[in-house]
Structures are given as structure tokens and as C-alpha cells.
């Protein structure tokens, strides 16, 4: 297999290079930055690229947009993603669309020098590798609910009047109800958007908030 591995770290590079040709791939092209990965794949066009999540130049995301392109400019080629942590959003978008040809591991299991090899061999063909941990936090993102899923669609409506700055008289014109029902319904929605009375807080605005960010 052909392999090109996007990694900043000099000893991890340098230690996954050796690890993959001990065990019989081609190491095709090695880099430390984003930029030169999308010049080093667009060269050699390899089976497969490795690539850590965090790269040069903002040592935030590069690597995770470089892999994305890849994907979009090479689809046959696989992507084996590497990352020091969980990161839930990028994972969630590298994960968005298809999952033929494409892996996602934290570091530390290139310590289990077999699992990692059957990861890069399997991605390689197409395959799937997603590190268990990953799997467990993205299942429990999609648990967790919006909170407006809570709210019935007569709320859902009332909310979005107050997010338009409508006041209660207003929204009563609005859907032909009385004021009486108006703050009935708020008061639901404050119940259910888990916003109880205090001094301290306005929870009207806080409502709208929690509209805004949905």
C-alpha cells in the first residue's frame, strides 16, 4: 500500500514511517503541515493518507480541512485520521457523509502496533476504523436532545414571537388568543426550558437565548 503521512510531531512521523515500512507498506511522502499534504497527495496519489487532526499553520483544524479536500479531490483515496483527543465536532463532520475508506484514532492506540496496522490496512481497502472512544462520544452527542424538541408547536410559535421582540399583547393579536393563554404558554416554556424564577435573571431573554443557539 501507498502511504502518505501529514504529521508535525518529527518523532511520531518519523516512528509511523518506520512502523508501516517494517511492516511491508510504501511510505510515499511524509509532511508536517496541511499545505504541503495537498501537494504531497496530489503528487504521489497514494492508497492512503494519515493525518493528524492538528496541524500547522493554526494548529487547529488543518489537517481535519486538508483531509476533507482530499475526500472531495480523491475519493478512492482513504484517510486515517489521528487525533490526541475525542474532538466531537470534527469527527462529526468527517463522519457526515460517506464512511467507506476512512478512519478516526486517538494516538494512544498506535501503542498496539497490530491494531493499528489492521486499521491502516482495512481504511486502506476501503474499510472502516473508528477508534472505540470516538464511537462512544459521537453516540452520546446524538443523545443529547435540543431543548426546544421539548416544546409542543403552539410554544415553538410563541417563542418565536418573543425572539422577534413581540410583547404579550402583541403575540395574542398575532395567533387571535387571549393574554391569559399567551402567559400560560410562556410559563410552559419556561418549565420546560428548565428556566425557574430568580432575582437575578430576566427569563424571557434567557428564552429567546436558548432560541437563537437552536
Not at 496541524?55 to 481535519?64: A, F, I, K, R, Y
Not at 410552559?188 to 427569563?203: S, V
Request: a negative charge.
Amino acid at each position: 500500500m501507498r502511504i502518505v503521512i501529514a504529521e508535525d510531531s518529527v518523532l511520531l512521523r518519523a516512528g509511523l514511517t518506520r512502523l508501516l515500512a517494517d511492516a511491508g507498506e510504501e511510505v510515499v511522502g511524509t509532511v508536517d503541515n496541511a499545505d504541503d499534504l495537498l501537494t504531497v497527495v496530489e503528487r504521489h496519489q497514494p492508497d492512503l493518507a494519515v493525518v493528524d487532526v492538528r496541524m500547522p499553520p493554526t494548529h487547529t483544524d488543518d489537517g481535519l480541512r486538508a483531509a476533507l479536500q482530499i475526500r472531495a479531490r480523491w475519493p478512492r483515496i482513504g484517510i486515517l485520521v489521528l487525533s490526541q483527543y475525542v474532538e466531537e465536532t470534527y469527527a462529526s463532520e468527517l463522519l457526515a457523509d460517506d464512511t467507506s475508506g476512512l478512519g478516526y484514532l486517538l494516538k494512544d492506540r498506535i501503542a498496539d502496533v497490530s491494531e493499528f496496522l489492521e486499521a491502516v490496512r482495512r481504511v486502506g481497502a476501503g474499510g472502516t476504523a473508528l477508534d472505540p472512544e470516538v464511537v462512544a462520544q459521537l453516540l452520546a452527542r446524538s443523545r443529547r436532545r435540543d431543548p426546544l424538541d421539548r416544546l409542543s408547536p403552539r410554544e415553538r410559535e410563541v417563542l418565536g414571537l418573543m425572539a422577534e421582540g413581540r410583547s404579550n399583547a402583541a403575540i395574542a393579536r398575532e395567533l387571535v388568543v387571549s393574554e391569559g393563554a399567551v402567559e400560560k404558554h410562556i410559563s410552559n416554556i419556561f418549565m420546560k426550558l428548565d428556566l425557574p424564577p430568580t432575582e437575578n435573571d430576566h427569563r424571557r431573554v434567557l428564552a429567546v437565548l436558548r432560541w437563537l443557539e437552536s
